[in-house]
């Protein structure tokens, strides 16, 4: 009787073991819960931000101040260290601009240009253009779990969704499986060719939202080079004054 009691326990216990796998399979996130996840902490519709740019190139290093205005699909950028002091970036839509002061020249950026690096950094002008949710840019698949640098990750890979205009067709994330920001982007061309490779140093959590605070971009068409992006402070949903986003205000 006994041996048939000990029997019935261990049946009981396989059967409440099976049924806990089956809730935790149940809640397992999908792909696109998990993008949106990292889209609620990352993406904002307005921002005002300092930030600095430290770009290396060998033994050489270059550092680039700023001040950043985002609203919705519009931005604009003010250089505010010695040398690019009043250079201006104004993103309006899908347009953009730079403004010179030295020169007094107002530029459009478009063509091939898109693909440059700012003021010589790995970040191109078209990475700044994409301002959209990666949900709306990208069908993204989960294809394991790792951990980086200490952190869980989930792993993903996206492709750009058809009739999307975007810079990279192809983009591998980890994407911190517990503060759901990412955490590395390996960027691909549509041959396969790998273009860039991001990676974030440090987060902080910022008015219930966990951000990317520091990152490092890598342009894997460039040899020793790196450039180290760094947001001092930013404050979520500012009023920004009327006109901010206008060519008269580039001047």
Same mark, same amino acid.
């Given at each position: 009787m006994r041996r048939h009691r000990v029997l019935v326990i261990l049946v009981l216990a396989a059967i409440m073991l099976m049924e806990a796998c089956a809730v935790g399979a149940a809640a397992e996130l999908t792909a696109e819960e998990i993008i949106r996840y990292r889209d609620d902490n990352e993406y904002f519709e307005s921002a005002r931000f300092e930030a600095e740019m430290v770009i290396v190139s060998g033994s050489r290093q270059m550092v680039k101040t700023m001040t950043s205005y985002v609203q919705e699909d519009n931005g604009l950028v003010v250089f505010t260290n010695p040398r690019d002091r009043g250079t201006k970036f104004l993103k309006r839509g899908d347009d953009l601009w730079m403004f010179f002061p030295d020169a007094e020249d107002l530029v459009k950026i478009s063509g091939h240009m898109l693909n440059q690096g700012i003021m /010589?950094? =790995?970040?191109?002008?078209? =990475?700044?253009m994409e301002a959209d949710k990666l949900t709306d840019l990208y069908a993204f698949e989960l294809v394991g779990e790792e951990e980086l640098d200490g952190r869980p990750c989930y792993v993903l890979e996206g492709i750009a969704v058809e009739g999307q205009d975007v810079s990279y067709y192809r983009r591998k994330s980890w994407i911190d499986s517990?503060?759901?920001? /990412?955490?590395?982007?390996?960027?691909?061309?549509?041959? /396969?060719?790998?273009l860039k490779v991001m990676r974030v140093t440090r987060v902080e959590e910022l008015q219930g939202r966990w951000y990317p605070m520091e990152s490092v971009m890598e342009d894997q068409l460039r040899k020793n080079t790196r450039t180290e992006f760094v947001v001092r402070s930013i404050e979520f949903d500012p009023e920004i004054p009327e006109g901010t986003f206008t060519l008269e205000n580039l001047r």
């Open positions: /010589g950094s =790995d970040f191109s002008y078209q =990475d700044v517990e503060r759901f920001v /990412g955490l590395r982007e390996e960027l691909y061309a549509k041959s /396969g060719r790998l």
